[in-house]
């Protein structure tokens, strides 16, 4: 174990290096961070083993993975954003077909308006893609996920995006403690694969036209697969737990256990949020935080376990459904909850669009919110956080 | 907050070097076993145009994520800003201010009406850096100006884990060029006044 200061990118790309991937295809452009720049240096400096593909545009990124997959490589590639939804139509391809590839992804909002900076908009537009998602707090969850989204990907054969906020982690340099490269070939073992087509003595297909009559059954089968990934992801994070001493579920609870109010988030915010109730704690409130990791696949029992019995509960989304409503954090959260008997008052907030900064007092207003609701007032079922009105 | 979180305020124009003095400042502090963050302002990037850059350190492991609003710590790497921008935002009493000037920390209080109990701090950064890199590069310097100020960092430790991470960076490039930042930061550590 060493210990150095690395930026998301850094330290994503430093996972890539360790992993060492048979291939990554790459468009390394804005929107895109510096994660594939970085990689390739380890490429052109011999570092790593990977064959590297930069392809001209995100939609032959995601393609040239996907085949590369197909025929049995362990894949990875990174983008952000537009670069993201660019892939969209490949990326429904990849875990239909119960390909393993690991996105490292930087959380960028969507045109437009044009901007760079954080939300969570361009990983939800990608929410029913069937990929396996993973939002972390800090520069250390994205190098010690990135590492276990190999074995998740690989165990599960459906793919994953790890997703960090921009510029928040990106761009900030952090301590993080590293593995040594050993340890982790070690981890992720070795890539196998029961199919490949290039195997000419076992020749298969794969993606052939399937109509009425089969198409379902394959839906139906890759849904199944997601819905058994839970155990896998919490087995690995376990061994990875042992291993390395660091483990993160696929959620989080922070101080919830004789709480009465509780802010449910993903991403950086959950470690604001983690300060804000230590400070208000100190005041005796009853508050806590539940930050959401794994958002596909839907943690739905472990959340119901998390926030039955509490009161109050806010669900912060660092995107917007445009549902008219509320977005998708909110909706997955409440919707869970109808099935639980003592069920909290749930209200959404919409945050930091476009990079907007989320400060402790605008997390504290949030719980300030909820004891107004506990004295009996009424606020908005969903609102918008350090917007002007 | 934790108590014991320490927050800067790096003000520099584009080209200055105010990100990798962050940069430089945060990597010594893991060096010597503190838990960091140093990010810049991202906005549009041009040479010569007003930049921010941040730290933030402490002794534990460090969960905010929001941008810095109250620094403990301010510097001010080029004295131009001052007519421009408000260096003293947000800075509040027992803080610090640091300024690149030829000036005197009394006249810089004056001049930007600081007031008491914030402590204020002035080097000519710029002249230092002329006379020894050669070159208009205050960033070095006021590492130095920082160490002396405020004691955060062990002053050799800091300087062994600069002169590292420089090679790392002017590697391909002439060797003095280390050699001149690290005696432009000695220089400064030297030379920083601050009030009688």
């Given at each position: ?31 895109s ?46 983008t ?49 893609s ?19 989204a ?22 900030s ?18 890539h ?35 819905r ?17 001493g660091?483990?993160?579920g696929l ?11 509780a ?44 926030l ?21 954090l ?32 605008d997390l ?5 919110d909820l004891?107004?609701?506990?004295s009996g ?13 | ?8 305020r ?5 080209g200055q ?21 140093a ?60 300024v ?33 890199i ?13 160490a ?13 884990s ?15 060029i280390?050699?001149?930042?690290m005696?432009?930061?000695?220089t ?9």
């Amino acid at each position: 174990m060493k210990v150095v200061a690395k930026t998301a990118n850094e330290a994503m790309a430093e996972a890539m290096r360790q992993i060492n991937p048979d291939v990554v295809a790459a468009y390394p452009i804005t929107p895109s961070t510096e994660i594939v720049q970085i990689f390739s240096r380890f490429v052109a400096d011999g570092e790593v083993d990977t064959e590297f593909v930069p392809v001209e545009s995100e939609h032959s990124a995601a393609s040239a993975c996907t085949g590369a997959a197909a025929a049995g490589a362990r894949v990875m590639t990174a983008t952000s954003s537009q670069g993201l939804a660019l892939m969209n139509e490949v990326l429904f391809v990849t875990p239909a077909l119960r390909l393993p590839i690991v996105i490292c992804a930087i959380n960028r909002t969507l045109s437009a308006p044009i901007n760079i900076h954080c939300d969570h908009s361009d990983t939800m537009d990608q929410r029913d893609s069937g990929w396996m998602q993973f939002y972390v707090e800090d520069s250390q969850e994205a190098y010690d996920s990135v590492i276990q989204a190999v074995r998740i990907t690989e165990e599960a054969f459906l793919p994953a995006i790890v997703s960090a906020d921009a510029f928040i982690l990106s761009h900030s340099l952090q301590r993080i403690e590293m593995l040594e490269d050993e340890e982790v070939q070690d981890f992720i073992g070795e890539h196998k694969t029961p199919y490949s087509v290039l195997d000419v003595d076992n020749p298969i297909t794969v993606g052939p036209l399937d109509l009425q009559d089969y198409y379902f059954e394959h839906k139906r089968g890759e849904a199944e697969a997601m819905r058994k990934t839970p155990p896998i992801i919490k087995k690995v994070d376990r061994e990875f737990g042992e291993r390395f001493g660091r483990e993160y579920g696929l959620i989080e609870e922070y101080r919830i256990k004789d709480a009465n109010k509780a802010i449910v988030v993903m991403g950086s915010t959950a470690g604001t949020a983690k300060e804000v109730v230590d400070t208000l704690r100190q005041d005796g409130e009853k508050v806590g935080v539940v930050k959401v990791k794994a958002f596909r696949p839907w943690p739905r029992e472990d959340i119901n376990k998390s926030l039955e019995g509490l009161e109050y509960v806010a669900v912060m989304d660092r995107a917007e459904g445009m549902n008219g409503f509320g977005s998708p954090l909110f909706t997955e959260v409440r919707s869970s909850l109808y099935e639980i008997d003592k069920r909290p008052d749930i209200y959404g907030y919409v945050y930091g669009l476009g990079g907007r900064d989320v400060k402790p007092r605008d997390l504290k207003k949030v719980f300030d919110d909820l004891k107004k609701v506990e004295s009996g007032k009424k606020i908005e079922r969903v609102n918008y956080l350090g917007v002007r009105e | 907050m934790a108590e014991d979180l320490i927050e800067i305020r790096w003000h520099g124009r584009g080209g200055q070097g105010a990100k990798t003095a962050a940069l430089l400042f945060g990597e010594a502090a893991i060096d010597t076993g503190m838990f960091i963050q140093a990010f810049p302002e991202y906005g549009p990037e041009r040479t010569g145009a007003p930049i921010k850059s941040f730290n933030r350190l402490s002794k534990k492991p460090i969960r905010l994520h929001s941008g810095i609003t109250n620094p403990n710590i301010v510097l001010v790497l080029d004295p131009t800003l001052l007519k421009t921008i408000d260096v003293l935002e947000g800075l509040e009493k027992g803080g610090i201010l640091i300024v690149n000037t030829h000036k005197s920390p009394k006249e810089m209080r004056e001049e930007l009406s600081v007031e008491p109990g914030i402590l204020v701090y002035t080097l000519d950064a710029s002249k230092i850096a002329m006379e020894t890199i050669g070159m208009n590069k205050p960033n070095t310097p006021m590492l130095g100006a920082l160490a002396r100020v405020t004691h955060i960092l062990d002053f050799d430790k800091m300087l062994e884990s600069i002169e590292r991470k420089l090679k790392k960076k002017f590697r391909g490039k002439p060797e003095e060029i280390v050699s001149k930042n690290m005696e432009a930061i000695k220089t400064a550590h030297k030379m920083t006044k601050g009030e009688e």
